[in-house]
């Protein structure tokens, strides 16, 4: 069993033993840092995911329970630096001064955005720009299209001059031709506001061509929009061009993208050992 496994098996043996239950009908998001440094996810609105931030090492996961009709946004930021109280500042995806986001964050940021229902709708989203990759893998979907969405690849590598947000003599982030240049075409809006007439352009080519399942411009829905009925989600932060297994658990069940049944048998068999080792500690 791998690290990335052991992780995040650990996270959930966390959530269980914290006495937190799984609503009914609720979907279960696992955030994972697989970046080489910490970064700090931001949620809005995030009553329901520890105010709407926090600091996540690398390596570490973290589990959140999303109710039916929960609609918002999840990124990462970077290069932040907080106080005891939450107070401090981001390199990219600041959400103003705090660690915890009450407001949206400061473009560029990759986005997740979510609308959880009868059937839900997520994508993610390199409109405001890019500054880590991201991918949200459903599990335990029960229905619709159930597919990742996101972006693999470290558009930060080769980003276009005109559009890098450099620190440190680095490019931490790359701005959207809308942001930089501000004009209808690009912004798709005034006569481009409509899919007739906003098309790609040269610079939503580039991020389309690194991304293929991710937003480039605004009108980019027919391979940018997923669904999934009842399912959970696992959002990883960075490991590009790296398969994995991922697991997340609901319904008194351990669930795990692209396990055999072998592996699923060893992670319920490690969960369960686990649960034996909390419920002999709490007679001690």
């Not at 090492?57 to 106080?83: E, H, K």
């Not at 990759?133 to 001059?161: E, I, Q, W």
């Not at 610079?203 to 009842?230: H, L, V």
Request: with cysteine.
């Amino acid at each position: 069993m791998d690290y990335t496994h052991r992780r995040i098996l650990l996270t959930v043996l966390l959530f269980i033993s914290s006495g937190a239950k799984w609503a009914e009908g609720a979907r279960v998001f696992t955030l994972v840092n697989d970046c080489m440094t910490t970064i700090w996810p931001a949620i809005t609105p995030g009553e329901n995911f520890n105010g709407g931030g926090l600091a996540l090492r690398r390596g570490q996961s973290v589990v959140f329970n999303a109710p039916v009709g929960w609609s918002g946004r999840i990124w990462g930021r970077t290069g932040c630096n907080f106080d005891q109280a939450g107070n401090g500042s981001c390199q990219t995806g600041a959400c103003g001064t705090t660690l915890k986001c009450g407001a949206a964050g400061k473009p560029p940021a990759t986005l997740a955005e979510f609308t959880l229902a009868s059937m839900d709708f997520y994508d993610v989203s390199l409109v405001d720009g890019f500054n880590l990759p991201m991918t949200v893998t459903p599990v335990n979907g029960k229905g619709g299209n159930c597919s990742s969405a996101g972006c693999n690849s470290d558009l930060r590598n080769n980003c276009p001059s005109e559009l890098a947000v450099k620190a440190d003599g680095k490019t931490v982030a790359c701005r959207s031709a809308c942001d930089v240049f501000d004009t209808d075409q690009y912004c798709c809006r005034g006569v481009y506001g409509n899919p007739v007439t906003c098309q790609p352009t040269f610079y939503s080519k580039k991020f389309k061509q690194a991304c293929p399942t991710a937003y480039s411009y605004a009108y980019d829905d027919p391979t940018s929009i997923f669904t999934c009925i009842e399912g959970d989600y696992i959002i990883t932060f960075c490991a590009p061009g790296r398969k994995q297994t991922v697991c997340t658990y609901h319904d008194n069940r351990l669930i795990c993208s692209g396990s055999s049944r072998s592996a699923l048998l060893i992670c319920k068999w490690f969960v369960l050992m686990l649960l034996c080792m909390v419920s002999l500690w709490s007679w001690v």
